[in-house]
Structure formats: structure tokens, C-alpha cells
């Protein structure tokens, strides 16, 4: 059973830091997307960044660019975002996702429909 856990949410001021951690267990396979999607109250949820397993390819959401880094510890099976500079747009849940096995990722891995298992989430609140 493949289990999504994440972490590391919080309030913050505007122009501070928070990093997010992602713990997976259950993925039978060493080559999948993992990505974090963002979900404000009364909107979609939104990609943010992927990893691609198998070489830490990695790509942005535009409104993250600069500001949010995605990185793994394969030791920890853990995928991380380390989140600078964040904003008062920045406050929703933060979700991760894991997709099934992946020969690559690229830009339709921001896609949440590319995603099969999903964590619960965890809060992130950006105040000005």
C-alpha cells in the first residue's frame, strides 16, 4: 500500500521560509514523477514542482520559479520544497503526489491527473 506522508507546514510573514517534506513508502519501483500541488480555498489545485526519480529532473510552476526548490533523499525515500521568499498568494494546503512508473517526467507533470497516489496534505499560511 503506497503511503504519502507530508510535513513541515506552518505560519509564516511574508518573505520567510518554510521547508516541506514528503516521506513515501509502498512504491514498489525507483523511476516515477513525485510532485507538490498547492489547493486554495475556492480554487483548483495547481501544480508547483516535480522530481523525476530516476536523474532529479526537476521543473517549476512559473509563479515558483526562483523561490521554491524541489529535492529528494533517496536513502530517506523523501522528496522536499524548500519554499524562499513566499508570499501571501503562497497560503493554501500542499499536497505531494507520486505517479506511477515513469521512463521520464516533463511539463504534463504538473498536471495533477498525471498522479495516482496523493498525500493528506498539510497547511501552509503566508501572512503580509
Known amino acids: 500500500q503506497v503511503q504519502l506522508v507530508e510535513s513541515g507546514g506552518g505560519s509564516v510573514q511574508a518573505g520567510g521560509s518554510l521547508r516541506l517534506s514528503c516521506g513515501a513508502s509502498?512504491?514498489?519501483?525507483?523511476?516515477?514523477?513525485m510532485g507538490w500541488f498547492r489547493q486554495a480555498p475556492g480554487k483548483e489545485r495547481e501544480g508547483v514542482a516535480y522530481?523525476?526519480?530516476?536523474?532529479?529532473?526537476?521543473g517549476y510552476a512559473d509563479y515558483v520559479k526562483g523561490r521554491f526548490t524541489i529535492s529528494q533523499d533517496h536513502a530517506k525515500n523523501t522528496v522536499y520544497l524548500q519554499m524562499n521568499s513566499l508570499k501571501p498568494e503562497d497560503t493554501a494546503m500542499y499536497y505531494c503526489?507520486?505517479?506511477?512508473?515513469?521512463?521520464?517526467?516533463?511539463?504534463?507533470?504538473?498536471?495533477?491527473?498525471?498522479?495516482?497516489?496523493w498525500g493528506q496534505g498539510t497547511q501552509v499560511t503566508v501572512s503580509s
Open positions: 509502498g512504491l514498489t519501483y525507483s523511476r516515477y514523477c
Open positions: 522530481i523525476y526519480t530516476g536523474s532529479g529532473n526537476t
Open positions: 503526489a507520486a505517479t506511477q512508473f515513469r521512463w521520464a517526467c516533463g511539463s504534463a507533470s504538473l498536471r495533477a491527473t498525471e498522479y495516482a497516489f
